[in-house]
């Protein structure tokens, strides 16, 4: 299986498969095929709770295709968000923490759980969750504005704003904090930050998802309609 990502920061993935070859896509990824493909639509692994949580608070959708290639073959893949897609190499003992609705797809091999301290407890802020990634292959993000690879050695120590962050190494530590005191948080944009502690890289995107949605007036338009709030590209505002 061979991959580039083209035309960023509109991004696409263009996968060049072989006979025999499958990975798996997000609910609606797919741009383009060529070749034959035998499509298998199915509920994300693990059991009923577990995907529930993935699907309600993850922002990940409940369904996946996987594309099996007959022959050789193309596909192209995207994510709603306006930016870079990037390419994590999954190993066994050296996963990562990834931001909800930033997964595009992924070969055999990796999975996204929830079952972990972080998501459980709902550290990075009362907007949004993260996943975390474990096993081995090849997995793909796209996220809102270019993306920021960020490598810190063991004990090296970088602060990012809740909604930039990205996708950090599972061998890293990380805590949140608030940024500022009260007269910071109200008056000065900042909120929730997470302090992540090195070794391993940390992938945090230039633009703001929250800020985006305030421009258009998304959030003002929604409180007229719905408490709910609006979810967008795996955040939930409101």
């Known amino acids: 299986m061979k991959f580039q990502i083209l035309k960023e920061p509109m991004a696409i993935l263009d996968v060049e498969m072989s006979s025999g070859e499958k990975i798996t896509a997000e609910s609606g990824a797919m741009v383009y095929m060529k070749g034959e493909f035998e499509i298998k639509t199915r509920t994300r692994e693990g059991g009923l709770f577990k995907k529930i949580k993935v699907t309600a608070l993850g922002g990940e959708s409940f369904f996946v295709n996987d594309y099996v290639a007959h022959g050789d073959c193309s596909l192209g893949l995207t994510g709603p968000p306006l930016g870079d897609i ?8 050296s996963g990562f923490i990834v931001q909800s609705g930033s997964y595009v797809a992924s070969t055999q091999g990796v999975m996204l759980d929830t079952q972990w301290q972080g998501f459980t407890k709902g550290l990075f802020g009362s907007e949004f969750f993260m996943l975390k990634a474990t ?25 990012i704003d809740n909604y930039h962050l990205v996708a950090l190494s599972d061998q890293a530590t990380y ?11 109200l008056l000065g944009g900042e909120g929730l930050a997470t302090e992540v502690t090195g070794p391993g890289p940390v992938y945090f995107q230039t633009k703001n998802i929250r800020e985006f949605i305030d421009l258009l007036g998304i959030g003002q338009r929604s409180e007229t309609t719905s408490n709910s709030g609006v979810s967008f590209g795996g955040f939930r505002i409101g």
């Open 86 to 93: 990037i390419h994590l190499d999954v190993r066994p003992n």
């Open 135 to 159: 096993g081995q292959g090849d997995m793909f993000l796209n996220a809102y504005g270019g993306i920021i690879q960020k490598d810190l050695a063991a004990g090296e120590k970088l602060t």
């Open 175 to 185: 805590k949140v904090n608030k940024v500022g005191g009260m007269k910071t948080t």
